[in-house]
């Protein structure tokens, strides 16, 4: 499965696990409007560094956060490569 | 200063015992009747050597320290009781802490039965000798603990002392959990099996059960151990106590069912505050009414949600320039443990320096361990801080399984995913695991409590 499609998985999951209301992915949505909180974007860094191995949000020196999904998928897409 | 009116340890031994009673100290290469029990004349040095001094009392294993201990209460000013895992490198910072003057160790004194060296008993001048507990510090030095004779055996007098008890413990004497067990059984009219130094757990309970235990205490680690033996049903105590750590209601109905004619009972005691109360009616916690009880029973504070406690059993202070104080103004120890009310009880949440941070909210880990531990699965249970980008710390926990039954293979997964949902349905969401790994064992220190690392 590409990352892309790991990521929206386990987003949609963590929401229904959370019982979050989750507004549709794409890829301008902002995270923090997504429905996501803090917790739930803390689950999904610690799934992803757990099924992948990476954790670019704790290995950046790069301090740009993530602001939209968009971003977040790209900066798991780049960390694979 | 010397003082000639206190009764030494040696002498209430002495006159509960009566040649008809068979009571004995033992461990699995000594065994000592009470009877004949004559320690003075085991030192090497004899007791001249020790009058009046600050002693500190470092052996390999309990059996030479708690005879040496017997020997020197009265004739030494200070006892410091020094546990077996205390690196070298710490006992000269250790000795200027507490005054020491001199070490006992194994080459002075003689523990073989039989009585091998001839001293002349010259008459030497009483003291109240102080005793000395270190902490069972997670890292860096211990710190000493300031007993008297009058608060160690403070709490002595409950009643817990039927006819001729064989008393046992998990914990070490050279502890004040070990240490309250010693002197509840010597100085009662009961008898004491000690574990010797590395004997492993399924040996020292067959040894407990043939030895005829009837009274044994421990952590709620200790007896988690104990269930996970294979061998819990070689002993037949008939009263059970834990201390030291909270416990949960699952061990308490754990041993209840293993140990189905035992009376339970949990203790709140710690080195500093001494044993403050206990609980005898099986449920975790304890009764709202314990707070309010009135001298000369403890006194009992809720300050800020953490247990204060002041008694006659507790510490007088800190050895050391730079330790810290005691008590508070009001002659209060602060235990540092967290309760909540709940109902008509107060219920133990966790340790106030082990709290997990997850994104500005406080987790106990005590609080989520004790939900994974209802799963009957589980054994056992360790609940720390995994750090996150995010929320600075998310909810990670180690779990034991208990032994499996006939073989069969059990699916972890199945068992993560129950656990989970059950921490779900009891816990707010960021008290709830977002790892459980499958381990063999946790580590528990050599006090009986889990083994911790405090960020």
Redesign the interface.
């Given at each position: 499965m590409a990352m892309r499609d790991t990521i929206i998985e386990m987003m949609t999951n963590i929401a229904q696990?959370?019982r979050k209301p989750l507004a549709p992915l794409q890829d301008d949505l902002n995270l923090l409007s997504s429905g996501l909180d803090?917790?739930c974007?803390?689950?999904l860094?610690?799934?992803l560094d757990?099924e992948f191995g990476i954790?670019p949000?704790?290995s950046t020196d790069d301090h740009n956060l993530p602001v939209t999904v968009g971003d977040f998928i790209r900066l798991y897409e780049n960390a694979m490569q | 200063m010397p003082c000639n009116n206190r009764e030494t340890f040696l002498e209430k031994i002495r006159a509960r015992t009566t040649p008809d009673k068979a009571r004995f100290i033992s461990d699995s290469d000594h065994s000592f009747s009470l009877s004949m029990l004559n320690v003075v004349n085991r030192l090497y040095k004899g007791p001249t050597e020790y009058s009046g001094r600050n002693v500190m009392i470092r052996t390999h294993g309990q059996f030479a320290t708690a005879l040496a201990a017997l020997a020197l209460d009265g004739v030494a000013r200070r006892i410091l009781l020094c546990p077996a895992d205390i690196p070298d490198a710490q006992i000269p910072r250790l000795m200027q802490d507490g005054e020491a003057e001199l070490i006992l160790t194994d080459a002075d004194i003689d523990v073989k039965i039989g009585i091998a060296i001839e001293v002349d008993i010259v008459a030497l001048p009483r003291f109240d000798t102080e005793w000395v507990l270190f902490t069972s510090g997670t890292s860096g030095l211990p710190k000493l603990v300031l007993h008297s004779f009058a608060s160690l055996t403070g709490p002595l007098g409950d009643g817990l002392s039927p006819d001729q008890p064989v008393w046992g413990t998990f914990y070490d004497i050279r502890r004040y959990g070990g240490l309250q067990i010693l002197l509840r059984a010597l100085t009662g009219a009961g008898s004491m099996v000690l574990s010797r130094t590395d004997e492993k757990i399924h040996d020292f309970i067959t040894r407990l059960g043939n030895m005829g235990v009837t009274h044994i205490s421990g952590t709620p680690s200790h007896w988690r151990r104990v269930l996970m033996s294979g061998v819990a049903e070689k002993m037949n105590p008939s009263y059970i106590r834990l201390s030291g750590e909270m416990a949960g209601q699952d061990i308490l109905d754990c041993l209840h069912s293993a140990y189905p004619q035992a009376k339970i009972g949990h203790a709140y005691a710690s080195t500093e505050a001494g044993v403050a109360f206990s609980v005898d009616d099986g449920q975790a916690g304890f009764p709202q009414s314990v707070p309010n009880a009135v001298a000369p029973r403890p006194n009992i504070r809720i300050v800020d949600g953490t247990l204060r406690v002041r008694s006659s059993a507790m510490a007088s202070r800190y050895l050391g320039a730079t330790a810290p104080t005691l008590v508070d103004a009001d002659g209060y120890v602060d235990t540092g443990d967290i309760v909540e009310q709940r109902g008509d009880r107060y219920i133990f949440i966790g340790r106030r320096e082990g709290v997990v941070n997850v994104g500005g909210l406080k987790v106990h880990p005590e609080e989520v361990e004790a939900t994974i531990n209802l799963h009957p699965a589980v054994a056992m249970s360790r609940v720390w801080g995994q750090p996150s980008p995010i929320t600075g710390a998310l909810i990670a926990a180690d779990v034991v399984l208990t032994p499996k039954i006939d073989g069969i293979e059990r699916d972890f997964s199945d068992i993560r995913q129950q656990i989970i949902a059950a921490c779900r349905t009891a816990l707010a969401p960021h008290k709830v695991p977002v790892r459980l790994i499958e381990v063999s064992e946790i580590p528990v220190m050599t006090s009986g409590k889990i083994e911790r690392h405090h960020a």
């Open positions: 696990q959370q803090s917790l974007i803390a689950i860094v610690a799934e757990e954790d949000l704790s | -």
